[in-house]
């Protein structure tokens, strides 16, 4: 049964998208290594997070995903319990993909894999091109080459919005002087420990809509990078904050991220969770609270990929 769903907002090319939306990505475990995937608890979390009301599915190709994505996608839709207009369904180009031709095919392969005719939001990955889908060797591509091919891949509707993610300001900057068709939207991850100011204000003035990945930053032990900053979810003014509005910590902190203007994508693939987190669209932060939580930004990263730091357009 329908809980509740989110607000839209409209992007710059006069698409649609859903403010709150479902992450798929398994994560990395404590050395930095992807957690692969065994099981098809992903497929049962988009499935629960369906029929809970969310409408936004962000996914990627190297999450090795996407087939898990497209199965519950498609059993929603045959059940009727959504059409698939009402939903907003995002992938990602990998970094071995980068020449303007292979961008196109790339998409093509994602949409077989999903069993879609096109997605919603197609994002370049990061602005590193990779010669393989592995995270070595670097292939000399600068991250303005992929740019055409998705400008193409949205000629050709196999995508109705294109974007990039952890695209700095500088390389933001520059593909937005060199290029007519410009990006609807940016992702970047965005927490309390990293609440990116000065990329949201760049984002707001061009009417570029920002997604917030890992929102919870380093809320919980599972996530917790070495020297993260606090808080954790057990911290006692965030604890405070929550029983005055009579929500959860992850509530307060999606609400927060939220109301800076980003549209959260949490992951979980925990029933219980699907539902708390999207339960956030009935109460406001007052401004005090506000000013307390935006305290906690330090500029500490969780998705830091220091594995690509030796890259010469490494953005961080
Ligand atoms: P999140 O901040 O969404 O955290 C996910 C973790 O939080 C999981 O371990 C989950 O556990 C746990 N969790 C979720 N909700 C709750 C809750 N209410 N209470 C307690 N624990 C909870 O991190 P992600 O890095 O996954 O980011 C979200 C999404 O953003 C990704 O899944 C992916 O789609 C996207 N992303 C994009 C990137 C990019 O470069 N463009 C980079 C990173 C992420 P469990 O699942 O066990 O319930």
Redesign the pocket.
């Known amino acids: 049964q329908s809980t509740c769903s989110a607000p839209v907002t409209r992007l710059r090319d006069g698409n649609f998208m859903p403010r709150f939306g479902f992450?798929?990505?398994l994560?990395f475990d404590e050395n930095q290594v992807p957690i692969p995937v065994t099981d098809e608890s992903v497929q049962l979390?988009v499935e629960m997070a369906i029929d809970a009301g969310y409408r936004h599915i962000?996914?990627?190709s190297i999450?090795h995903i996407e087939d898990q994505v497209g199965r519950a996608v498609n059993k929603k839709i045959q059940e009727g319990v959504v059409r698939r207009e009402e939903l907003f369904i995002t992938t990602?180009l990998w970094n071995d993909a980068h020449r303007r031709e292979a961008v196109v095919p790339a998409l093509r392969e994602s949409l077989q894999r999903l069993n879609l005719t096109y997605v919603d939001l197609y994002?370049i990955?990061?602005p590193i091109a990779t010669e393989t889908k592995a995270f070595k060797p670097y292939a000399d591509v600068d991250y303005l080459q992929p740019w055409p091919g998705m400008v193409e891949a949205h000629q050709l509707k196999l995508t109705k919005s294109i974007g990039i993610?952890?695209y700095n300001k500088t390389q933001l900057q520059r593909l937005w002087d060199s290029h007519e068709v410009k990006p609807a939207v940016l992702?970047?991850?965005t927490?309390l420990n990293l609440q990116q100011a000065e990329l949201r204000e760049y984002c707001h003035d061009n009417d570029i809509a920002v997604i917030g990945?890992?929102?919870?930053?380093s809320?919980?032990p599972?996530?917790l990078r070495p020297g993260a900053p606090p808080p954790r979810?057990d911290h006692p003014m965030l604890v405070a904050m929550a029983q005055k509005y009579n929500k959860?910590v992850?509530?307060i902190v999606l609400r927060f991220n939220y109301e800076l203007g980003v549209t959260p994508?949490?992951?979980?693939?925990?029933k219980s969770?699907i539902y708390?987190?999207l339960n956030i669209f009935d109460f406001t932060l007052d401004d005090f609270d506000r000013r307390d939580l935006k305290n906690f930004d330090t500029g500490f990263r969780?998705?830091d990929v220091k594995f690509f730091s030796d890259s010469p357009y490494y953005p961080f």
Not at 213 to 217: A, K, L
Not at 265 to 270: E, L, N, Q, R, S
């Open positions: 992450g798929t990505w994560g979390a962000d996914t990627a999450y990602k994002l990955h990061y993610c952890n992702q970047i991850e927490n990945y890992t929102p919870f930053g809320l919980f599972n996530k979810v959860t992850p509530q994508i949490p992951k979980t693939v925990t969770r708390e987190n969780v998705v």
